[in-house]
């Protein structure tokens, strides 16, 4: 089937946490914006017009390997020119794989603004249907009272040198901080639960309820138990509840925004969020119980459903240090080796299709997009280390990857952890993004089967405009066999004076 959403993209106002009414990006007048919702083998297709007036955008749809689809990915020079405003763009793609995604803006560092929404692909053949009676979509998020466009600048400015990032002003739940979500006794849900924040990793709990994990990030995985789930930003994770056979209370659930990322701690600072699973209405609706310890469910325990193996003996590694340091300039930036990413005139995807046989030369894409050629069918392992001393979470766009090793904090660089292949799981378990812990390393493998050009960031977005990106330009001239440049791809390039050839 063809799902079809026209989207108008504007400013609308919003007030989430009561505390401060603000312009919020919005769609169709609307915020929060809608889910988009697709079933595994369906196409979707997205209308875009930017009524912002004043801002750029594009949509990239988090997770969605886009195979065959590289020039639908979203983000901005990379395998597209952003839309302007008064300008149309139509995402058009196929969907074949299941799970809990979502789609945000992918142009300087907008999404915060509120462009973020759940993306849900219903499974005709997951192994757990029947196992729950209903589905719900819960979004954790952090909401900052200025927009972007104040906070940007001052980021990334010599007034700010240790590169201290913006604290949020509040967690939401479904964008909000008043939910509550009316349940049945006696029932199983599948909770489908997305973390759209910009910056804060959040802490998850139901009091008196356990979790059954099945999916993180697209990828079932077997069943596992947990009292409470970490998720970064960009990570998403679905869970069974059972709830109870009476309906003589009602429950709260908690999201708890990790302070330990934060630089400073503003003293009215509330940062967890409560819902409640409503069982009876007429009852009170009480206040979570305060936690002196946060446990965390470890995700690197988990195994994939399908089984897939360890990729024994990456045929290329990659090896990124995180490291936050200024320019001489007095602005702090993020690195990855030596390189902070500045992002390309001609979108690298362009620069690909139209190199001939030199797209194959990572240098042709431009020392600053940090860009790796990786051959068609290769497994790539990349290892990043954190030589800093905040957390950061890494996704790959194109990809789920196999998360093989991670270290715990202070534990150094991968090297001297002295791990060997012996030491990597055999089942590793999958998903699109990891949390890299204070000054530790992580390993990751994939295999380069999907031709197209992926990004490979930290999600905080804040650590985005500061350069944290890599780029992975996988089996380039398999591309050029089967992508030109649209039309559309070219208007919208047109309408920014941007060149799609040459660099
Ligand atoms: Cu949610 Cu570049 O990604």
Known sequence: ATVTYDFNIGWVTANPDGAF???????????????????????????????????????????????????MDGPSQVSQCSIPPG????????????????????????????????????????????????????????????????????????????????VPQ???????QDLKVAIQPGKTYLFRVVNMGAFAGQYIWFEGHNMTIVEVDGVYHQPAEAEMIYLSAAQRCSFLITTKNETTANYAFVGSMDTTLFDTLPEDLNYNVTGWLTYNDTQPFPEPALLDELNPFDDMTLIPYDNQTLFSNPDTTI???????????GVNYAFFNNITYIAPKV?????????????????????????????????????????????HPFHLHGHNFQAIYRSEEEAGTFADSNATEADFPAIPMRRDTLVLYPDGNIVLRFRADNPGIWLFHCH????????????????????????????????????????????
């Open 21 to 71: 009414e603000r312009p919020t990006i919005g769609i169709n007048g609307q915020w929060p914006i809608p889910q988009i919702e697709a079933s595994v083998g369906d196409n979707v297709v997205v209308h875009v017009t930017n009524q912002l007036g004043n801002q750029s955008t594009s949509l990239h749809f988090h997770g969605l390997f886009m195979n065959g689809t590289a020039h």
């Open 87 to 166: 300008s149309s763009f139509t995402y058009n793609f196929t969907i074949n794989q299941p799970g809990t995604y979502w789609y945000h803006s992918h142009t300087g560092g907008q999404y915060p603004d509120g462009l973020r929404g759940p993306l849900i692909i219903h499974d005709p053949d997951s192994p757990f249907l029947g196992q729950y009676d209903e589905e719900l979509v819960l979004t954790v998020s952090d909401w900052y009272h200025e927009q972007m466009a104040v906070l940007l600048p001052a980021f990334n400015s010599k007034g700010n040198p240790t590169g201290a990032e913006p």
């Open 170 to 176: 509040a967690a939401l739940f479904n964008e909000t």
């Open 319 to 329: 090896e990124l240090n995180v490291i936050m340091d200024n320019l001489g300039d």
């Open 347 to 391: 979108p690298s995807l362009y620069t690909a299709l139209s190199a001939g046989d030199l797209a194959t030369d990572a240098s042709i894409y431009g020392s600053y997009t940090h860009s790796f050629v990786l051959e068609r069918g290769e497994i790539v392992q990349i290892i990043v280390n954190n030589l800093d001393s905040g957390r």
């Open 460 to 503: 905080i977005e804040w650590h985005v405009t500061s350069g944290l990106i890599a780029t992975m330009v996988e089996a380039p001239k398999a591309l050029q066999e089967t992508l030109t440049i649209p039309q559309n791809h070219l208007d919208v390039c047109a309408a920014q004076q941007i060149s799609t050839t040459g660099n």
